[in-house]
């Protein structure tokens, strides 16, 4: 596979992942990771301080598949609608069988009464792994450009 075709299935893997969350399909999130898959929110002055420490973490199925379930049916929030915004990807790096890529987001979240305001933006850094299945990710890190986390932050960025 060349180069343009690995970034151009790396995109397809973003459109698809942010359009399950724009419409709202949580419960195909977790299919969108390998079985030890991890995901984690975090500010991106943390993560470049060489910390793991975020505002929204999963690793592996286990912990995905709980997401979905508390917020179908435990979690309490105003309901809210996300649009994802992305910006080309980059291949960083491609060894050992998977591919580190950086794509730019911003997600404007619109309320039940209509206000609409960016509720995040930043940069993924994923790193995708191919299988029969198609891409995957093994790990997704959601760089933010603020320190300040939204109380709000319920279904996944």
Same mark, same amino acid.
């Given at each position: 596979?060349?180069?343009?075709?690995?970034?151009?299935? /790396?995109?397809?893997?973003?459109?698809?992942?942010?359009?399950?969350?724009?419409?709202?399909?949580?419960?195909?999130?977790? !299919?969108?990771?390998?079985? !030890?898959?991890?995901?984690?929110?975090?500010?991106?002055?943390?993560? %470049?301080?060489g910390l793991r420490i975020g505002f929204y973490s999963c690793d592996g199925? *286990?912990?995905?598949?709980?997401? /979905?379930?508390?917020?179908?049916?435990? *979690?309490?929030?105003?309901?809210?609608?996300?649009?994802?915004?992305?910006?080309?990807?980059?291949?960083?790096?491609?060894?050992?069988? !998977?591919?580190? *890529?950086?794509? %730019?987001?911003?997600?404007?979240?619109?309320?039940?009464?209509g206000d609409m305001t960016v509720f995040a933006a930043g940069r993924y850094?994923?790193?995708?792994?191919?299988?029969?299945?198609?891409?995957?990710?093994?790990?997704?890190? /959601?760089?933010?450009?603020? /320190?300040? *986390?939204?109380?709000?932050? !319920?279904?996944?960025?």
């Open positions: 596979m060349s180069s343009e075709d690995t970034r151009l299935q /790396v995109e397809d893997l973003l459109r698809r992942y942010v359009r399950q969350i724009d419409d709202g399909e949580i419960e195909g999130w977790p !299919a969108f990771f390998t079985e !030890a898959g991890h995901y984690l929110i975090i500010p991106k002055e943390t993560y %470049n301080e199925q *286990a912990m995905f598949q709980d997401r /979905v379930t508390c917020l179908r049916e435990t *979690a309490i929030y105003e309901p809210q609608q996300y649009r994802h915004i992305l910006g080309g990807t980059h291949v960083v790096d491609e060894s050992d069988g !998977a591919v580190t *890529a950086e794509t %730019n987001f911003m997600v404007v979240r619109t309320t039940q009464d850094r994923d790193e995708v792994v191919f299988d029969e299945e198609g891409p995957k990710f093994r790990d997704k890190l /959601v760089l933010t450009d603020s /320190v300040r *986390a939204d109380t709000l932050i !319920a279904m996944p960025l």
